[in-house]
């Protein structure tokens, strides 16, 4: 499986973006996924895990009540819907395939995108 992120870019404090995960060479269906960021300097930190299902989410609460994640099966996809950004959410996001069921760890993560940047400057 090789997964692909997009969607990112500028966007003022308090603007809206949606990044998408968009998966190839297999299927995601049966997996939990993530999304993770990366800021210069900092490490490597969980945003948003969604279960195989939808069902089930979680996030950091940092982002919480601000971002939404989704998964469209049929289409091999997961989603981000980031509003009210912040100047701290500036960083690169990446979206990842999870070996076990909703963990906020990165090391079970066993499959990852190359990232897409946001930036949130005015």
């Known amino acids: 499986v090789q997964l692909v992120e997009s969607g990112g870019g500028l966007v003022q404090p308090g603007g809206s973006l949606r990044l998408s995960c968009a998966a190839s060479?297999?299927?995601?269906?049966?997996?939990?996924m993530g999304w993770f960021r990366q800021a210069p300097g900092k490490e490597r930190e969980f945003v948003a895990h969604i279960s195989w299902s939808g069902t089930n989410t979680g996030y950091a609460s940092s982002v919480k009540g601000r971002f939404t994640i989704s998964r469209d099966n049929a289409k091999n996809t997961v989603y981000l819907q980031m509003n009210s950004l912040k100047p701290e959410d500036t960083a690169v996001y990446s979206c990842?395939?999870?070996?076990?069921?909703?963990?906020?760890?990165?090391?079970?993560?066993?499959?990852w995108g190359q990232g897409t940047q946001v930036t949130v400057s005015s």
């Open positions: 060479g297999g299927s995601i269906g049966r997996y939990a």
């Open positions: 990842a395939k999870s070996r076990v069921p909703l963990t906020t760890t990165p090391q079970e993560y066993d499959v």
